[in-house]
């Protein structure tokens, strides 16, 4: 397996330095399976016979989501320890294993299963105080990474503009209506979990605290009601350098796109915006596909096509859904490879994210030659 990274590893030194372009079909797959990030479904134990584990074993897959859902409510800690575990063996390559640990009501690692207590951010914001905020990111950090569990989509950097948006301000998602209080307190988290090697993924970009609609029911309009400074923590946090992953949000501005189409599938906002006018040059990660604002207005290949031309490098597909609704890797990286053949997507575009996330992977350990001894030695405290 460590040969097959360092094959990949010196394909993209090649084209680099070479200027080319051509990979072969074999390495394409696994390229593409980088893109690809999904939830695990609806299970909390180290199944083999799981589909999931088939396609990690195949390279379908650079990452999955973990939800409450796939926390045994007896013996946690070890049931979740032998999961993670197994989701790493069985993967062609080390793959991210993210989760919504942003604390308050948005947490999955909760205290009814014995892990420890997580304010929101809002709580924190109002308390203004450093040292607060760095302990409750460094208790969430270490849990995470001693689990195992690399990314976080956290901290949320929306300036809470609405204090009464159903999905943002009202449930204590945003650190303050300030944006330079938000800077700082998510600046912190930021710092925290990078210490304890788990990826930070600031959210939602462009910006959602103005929003008075949830998007995961449907489309949400924030035209009349964002403002440029949601913008500024955005600036302040890539500018520090220290930014290494971004989630979009789905929400539609006619000042940032005048085609209205949703800033996750929207190359103006992706790329013209956050890459070219802030000079981003990390991974970006799309909100989860399959909520409403994407799923009821477009077809899956239609909203995959148009990510993947917008410069998206990871789509989450969280598979929070029913069963019907839910969607394999296999299928969508099916509909990744066809557009490719077809010349819709280049070769090149999936290269250029596959590069950013192999990078972003080695700033972690997930490439280390030593990453399973390392992954085995920290879950066996679970035990």
């Not at 000042?255 to 970006?284: C, N, Q, W």
Request: net charge negative; glycine share 6%.
């Amino acid at each position: 397996m460590m040969k097959k990274i360092l094959f990949l590893a010196a394909i993209c030194f090649w084209i680099s330095a070479n200027g080319q372009t051509e990979i072969p079909d074999d390495s394409l797959d696994l390229m593409i399976g980088q893109m690809i990030m999904v939830g695990i479904g609806d299970f909390n134990e180290a199944k083999s016979s799981e589909p999931i584990f088939k396609e990690l074993e195949s390279g379908l897959i650079g990452g999955v989501a973990l939800f409450e859902k796939n926390l045994s409510a007896k013996d946690t800690r070890s049931e979740l320890a032998k999961l993670i575990l197994k989701i790493q063996k069985s993967a062609e390559i080390p793959v991210f294993v993210g989760i919504d640990e942003e604390g308050g009501r948005v947490t999955r690692m909760k205290e009814k299963y014995g892990f420890s207590k997580k304010v929101s951010a809002q709580y924190l914001g109002e308390l203004d105080n450093s040292d607060s905020t760095l302990y409750y990111a460094q208790e969430t950090a270490q849990q995470l990474d001693s689990f195992g569990i690399n990314m976080n989509y956290a901290p949320v950097v929306d300036v809470n503009l609405n204090l009464e948006n159903p999905v943002i301000g009202n449930i204590e998602r945003s650190y303050s209506p300030d944006y330079k209080k938000v800077i700082d307190h998510a600046s912190a988290v930021v710092s925290m979990h990078i210490t304890n090697n788990v990826v930070p993924v600031l959210k939602h970009f462009p910006g959602h605290g103005s929003s008075k609609n949830d998007t995961h029911l449907g489309i949400t309009d924030v035209t009349k009601t964002w403002q440029f400074e949601e913008l500024y923590p955005y600036k302040a946090l890539i500018d520090s350098g220290a930014v290494k992953a971004i989630m979009t949000a789905h929400i539609v501005n006619e000042s940032l796109d005048r085609t209205k189409m949703p800033a996750t599938l929207s190359k103006r906002v992706v790329t013209d915006m956050l890459r070219d006018f802030l000079g981003y040059e990390g991974v970006v990660v799309s909100d989860d596909m399959q909520m409403g604002a994407i799923k009821n207005e477009f077809g899956l290949e239609d909203a995959i096509r148009m990510g993947i031309e917008a410069g998206l490098d990871v789509l989450i597909f969280a598979n929070n859904v029913k069963d019907y609704d839910m969607v394999s890797a296999t299928e969508i990286h099916k509909i990744i490879k066809d557009l490719v053949a077809q010349n819709v997507v280049s070769r090149d575009r999936i290269f250029q994210s596959y590069s950013r996330i192999m990078k972003l992977k080695g700033e972690f350990g997930l490439l280390d030659e030593s990453f399973y001894k390392s992954l085995r030695n920290k879950l066996k405290a679970h035990n």
